[in-house]
C-alpha cells in the first residue's frame, strides 16, 4: 500500500522533474492529482481526533480493543447504535417531577446526591439530616474544589450524566413517564458538578463534550452503565467517542452505586483548635461527637449525643 513517507517524497520529486516538459507538465497535472489523494489518504489513516469543550483532544489508533467481563468496554459492545431521534415533544416535564424523591427516603434527589457528593456537610434543623445548608465539593469535572452554600446554591449543580434530551433522542421518547423519571433521578445517573461547566455540557454526549482527561475513562463509564440499564442507544459519533476512551482504560468497571439513606454522608468535620472554621447549625445532625463548632449568629457549639441517638450540633454554653 502506497502512503509511506519515502513513497511519498519519490512522487513529489517525480512531479517536480517532469514538470520540465510539455509532455513532462501534462504528466505532472495527473500525478500531482495522485500526490493529494494520497497526502489527503496518509493523513485520514494516521488518526482520529475528538475534541471535547476544554480543547482537549484525545486519539484513537483505530485498533479495535476489548474489555474483559465487568467492564464498561465490554458493556459498550450491547449498545445498539442508531440514529438520532427528532426533539419533537422533549421538555423537561416529560420526565417527571424534579428531584422527586423516588428512593422514598424521605429526602428529595438533589439533597441526597449533595449529601454524597459532598464533604463538611452541615444540614438545616429538623429536616433529619436531609436539607444540606452548606459544604465542600471536589468537583469531579474540573478538578476544582468548591464551597457550596445554599444562599448560591448554583455554584453547585446536579448533572444528569446521559442528559435528558440525549436520553430523549435515543430512546426515551418512547419510554412511559414512570421509566423516565426513574432516569432522571437515578444516583447512578446524577452527579454533583460545578454550575457554570455543567451549563456548558447542555445536552450534550461523549462526542461534543467531556470533562477533564483524568475523570473521563470514570465518566463515560457512567454513561455507559446508564445507557445499558435503560436500554437507552447510541449514536455511531457517541459510541466511537466512549470506544476510543475506554481504549485507554479497557478495565475500567462499571460503576456500582450504593442506596443513600437519610441523614448518610459526611457530615461535620471538625477542627477543634479552630472552632470558628467549623460552621454549625444547631439540631443539625454532626460527627464526631465532640467537635466544636460556631453558629451564623456566633453561638459555640458542640456535637454532642443523647443515649440511643444520633450525634447533633447543641449549645456550648
Not at 12 to 23: G, P, R
Not at 44 to 49: E, I, K, L, N, Q
Not at 200 to 207: L, Q, R
Not at 213 to 220: D, G, L, P
Request: positive net charge.
Amino acid at each position: 500500500m502506497m502512503g509511506s513517507g519515502s513513497e511519498l517524497d519519490s512522487l513529489a520529486v517525480m512531479i517536480t522533474e517532469s514538470s520540465k516538459t510539455y509532455a513532462g507538465r501534462r504528466a505532472a497535472r495527473l500525478s500531482a492529482g495522485l500526490f493529494a489523494a494520497l497526502l489527503t489518504t496518509s493523513a485520514v489513516a494516521g488518526c482520529a481526533t475528538t475534541l471535547d469543550a476544554t480543547g482537549d483532544t484525545s486519539t484513537a489508533s483505530g485498533k479495535a480493543v476489548k474489555g474483559p467481563v465487568g467492564s464498561a468496554l465490554a458493556a459498550l459492545d450491547k449498545i445498539p447504535v442508531k440514529g438520532r431521534a427528532p426533539t419533537t415533544g422533549y421538555s423537561r416535564d416529560e420526565f417527571g417531577t424534579a428531584w422527586k424523591d423516588t428512593d422514598h427516603n424521605g429526602c428529595d434527589q438533589r439533597n441526597d446526591i449533595l449529601r454524597r457528593d459532598l464533604t463538611n456537610e452541615t444540614f438545616k434543623a429538623k429536616t433529619h439530616g436531609c436539607i444540606v445548608l452548606s459544604g465542600t465539593l471536589a468537583d469531579p469535572y474540573t478538578g476544582k474544589t468548591i464551597a457550596f452554600r445554599k444562599a448560591t446554591a448554583s455554584a453547585v449543580q446536579i448533572d444528569h450524566v446521559v442528559a435528558l434530551q440525549n436520553a430523549w433522542v435515543t430512546g426515551a421518547y418512547k419510554w412511559t413517564e414512570e421509566k423516565r423519571t426513574a432516569l432522571a433521578t437515578d444516583p447512578l445517573n446524577l452527579l454533583a458538578a460545578d454550575g457554570p461547566t455543567n451549563a456548558s455540557k447542555g445536552a450534550g454526549d461523549a462526542a461534543t463534550w467531556l470533562p477533564r482527561k483524568s475523570f473521563r475513562c470514570t465518566y463515560v463509564a457512567r454513561q455507559v452503565a446508564v445507557k445499558v440499564k435503560y436500554g437507552a442507544w447510541m449514536t455511531a459519533a457517541e459510541h466511537k467517542a466512549i470506544a476510543d476512551i475506554l481504549a485507554g482504560c479497557p478495565d475500567q468497571k462499571l460503576p456500582v452505586i450504593k442506596t443513600i439513606p437519610l441523614g448518610e454522608g459526611s457530615a461535620e468535620e471538625t477542627s477543634a483548635a479552630d472552632p470558628s472554621s467549623t460552621h454549625a447549625s444547631a439540631g443539625a445532625f454532626c460527627s464526631p461527637a465532640g467537635a466544636k463548632g460556631v453558629t451564623d449568629e456566633g453561638t459555640k457549639m458542640v456535637c454532642s449525643a443523647k443515649k440511643g441517638e444520633r450525634a447533633r450540633w447543641r449549645s456550648a454554653g
